[in-house]
């Protein structure tokens, strides 16, 4: 009897021994209640206190990488809106890539469920997987990482309380950054609280939607949404009218139809601020490039987007003063406490 009792206590404490994750669910802004569905989370990867602490940790983590000098947040740059500033990020050997750093925010609705700029990957997951094995950024192995973080002298205890898992592996790891990348939500713009009724805008920022709205002068609203959306795009794909020909298939290469040739997704407009240089590539540092080239500098060819109607013009040719108030308007589509969020920040 001593022998059951003792076997007893010693099941029963370990049961208790055993962590559970606590369940949590994303703060989402006012506007986004009242404009969108719910958010897109995964069954199959909850989100939990745990999780998005250990994804956090992760992301900002060069651990990642085979050197261990590169993080997620290398190139994801919080005070940037999780892009950087450059052209092209420079990976752990010194290579650049030949796209631009994609900002990070708003991803839970992404209902297209297609992320990077050619849409390669099909969920949040499986685009983590991508850099760490990408030999011009991370340029580890899958089984490298999985063997640091179980040698890691805090790593296995945040997987066990995250996952109840005492082997880590490249699924949870994923798991766990996709977490985090979900809560990264950007909706606290001066357009945001515009929209709210507490403030006013300026007469160019009213006049810049104006321009933005109208698909006599800037008719910019059908890639990127307009008051009623407040991701600021569609998360389709476009040929924006960058090139007449393309080095770069963009989501014709994905899908193999010339018909998606030199397709890219349509970024959000959000933080616009913080994210310069624009486009895939990075070719334009400023707003008044890109500005142009829509107004005089779209380049015909044989997948332009029926929406570019003015690109045999050129473009929409907009007067100087529309230019100029359709930057202010943009700009108003900044969000500063999203970039200073100290959640999201090392």
């Known amino acids: 009897m001593l022998l059951l009792l003792l076997i007893s206590c010693s099941s029963k404490g370990e049961e208790e021994s055993v962590y559970t994750p606590v369940q949590t669910s994303l703060e989402i802004p006012e506007l986004f209640q009242q404009k969108l569905i719910a958010p897109v989370i995964p069954t199959n990867n909850p989100l939990t206190e745990e999780g998005i602490a250990l994804g956090k940790k992760l992301f900002f983590d060069p651990i990642l990488s085979k050197d261990n000098t590169q993080s997620c947040a290398s190139c994801h740059n919080p005070k940037r809106a999780f892009t950087d500033d450059t052209q092209f990020s420079e990976g752990v050997d010194g290579k650049f890539g030949t796209r631009n750093s994609m900002p990070l925010f708003n ?22 997987f991508s850099p760490v094995r990408n030999p011009i950024e991370m340029h580890s192995n899958w089984e490298n990482v999985a063997e640091k973080l179980q040698e890691h002298a805090e790593y296995p205890t945040l997987f066990q309380q995250a996952f109840g898992a005492s082997k880590i592996d490249s699924t949870l790891v994923t798991k766990a950054i996709a977490q985090f990348e979900r809560t990264l939500i950007s909706g606290n713009s001066k357009f945001d609280q515009f929209l709210l009724g507490k403030v006013e805008l300026t007469p160019e920022e009213q006049n810049g939607f104006n321009v933005f709205m109208e698909e006599t002068r800037g008719d910019c609203f059908h890639c990127h949404g307009s008051d009623n959306n407040p991701l600021w795009t569609d998360n389709k794909f476009h040929n924006n009218g960058l090139d007449e020909t393309f080095t770069d298939l963009g989501l014709g290469a994905v899908t193999g139809d010339p018909n998606d040739n030199g397709k890219f997704k349509s970024p959000s407009l959000r933080n616009l601020k913080f994210t310069a240089p624009y486009m895939h590539d990075g070719r334009f540092t400023t707003l008044e490039e890109v500005i142009n080239h829509y107004s005089e500098g779209l380049k015909l060819s044989s997948t332009i987007d029926p929406l570019m109607k003015k690109a045999n013009q050129g473009g929409v040719q907009l007067s100087n003063k529309d230019k100029a108030d359709l930057k202010a308007f943009l700009l108003s589509l900044s969000d500063t406490n999203f970039v200073n969020n100290p959640d999201f920040q090392q």
């Open 107 to 128: 991803l839970a609705w992404n209902f297209d469920e297609r992320f990077m700029w050619d849409g390669k990957e099909l969920s949040i997951e499986r685009q983590v």
